[in-house]
């Protein structure tokens, strides 16, 4: 049962387009959704995350949507540039509960020069 | 001050081998976890350690042990290794479980 779906599993966008990488959850008790970001060889780390109070997260140009009615929430990359290649993982915690993280597939991202 | 620290970085073994994959933290956190990552199966999580003392199975804790010898460090083995295990591991760290994860670098492990 794979309770956060994230998609596409890769993507390849031009220096300075737009990425943008979606996920989707079925749990309603969800109300911590962090974005994780891992550059090859490396482990992940935390990129940016959102609460469902808000509909909107940004930092820099780095923006998570989060849509509660569809229990959707996205990431968005502007002005994509090469150092930004790395695969990306939405995750999705209730941060009241017993439960741990649970992490999408991932997305492979690669921005081209 | 080095985080989450891992050991070690690359090994290879043949099937029925077993080892141990070390983890190492000084973040003073209290829970500690194993995943595996494999090619689009994204982090698969193998066993957890909410907290000194206790550990609990994860998604895919099959043919894995752990020992979470104290609050730095807990241990990931391979009693009898094959070929399926070929993954890369990463060892993370939360202060709580609903916390940030602080990953540490990973071991590539190939089982021949």
């Known amino acids: 049962q794979q309770q956060v779906k994230q998609s596409p599993q890769s993507l390849i966008v031009q220096k300075g387009g737009i990425s943008i990488i979606n996920c989707a959850y079925e749990?309603?008790?969800?109300?911590?959704f962090p974005w994780y970001q891992q550059f090859p060889g490396k482990g992940p780390a935390l990129l940016i995350a959102?609460?469902?109070?808000?509909s909107e997260k940004k930092e820099g140009r780095f923006t998570i949507s989060f849509n509660k009615s569809a229990k959707q929430f996205s990431l968005h990359i502007m002005d994509s540039q090469p150092g930004d290649s790395a695969t990306y993982f939405c995750?999705?915690?209730?941060?009241?509960?017993?439960?741990?993280?649970?992490f999408g597939k991932g997305t492979k991202l690669t921005v081209n020069p | 001050n080095a985080g989450v620290t891992q050991t070690p970085k690359f090994q290879v073994l043949k099937t029925g081998q077993s080892m141990t994959l070390q983890c190492a933290q000084d973040m003073n956190h209290n829970s500690m976890y194993w995943y595996r990552q494999d090619p689009g199966m994204g982090l698969r999580l193998i066993y957890y350690?909410?907290?000194?003392?206790?550990?609990d199975k994860g998604e895919v804790p099959n043919g894995y042990n752990v020992s979470r010898l104290n609050k730095r460090e807990f241990s990931l083995r391979l009693e009898s290794a094959a070929p399926s295990q070929t993954s890369v591991y990463f060892c993370a760290t939360t202060q709580g479980l609903a916390d940030t994860q602080y990953f540490g670098p990973g071991t590539r492990l190939t089982v021949l």
């Open positions: 959102i609460r469902p109070d808000v």
């Open positions: 350690s909410a907290s000194e003392g206790t550990t």
């Open positions: 749990n309603t008790a969800f109300d911590y």
């Open positions: 995750a999705a915690i209730n941060q009241g509960g017993s439960e741990k993280l649970v």
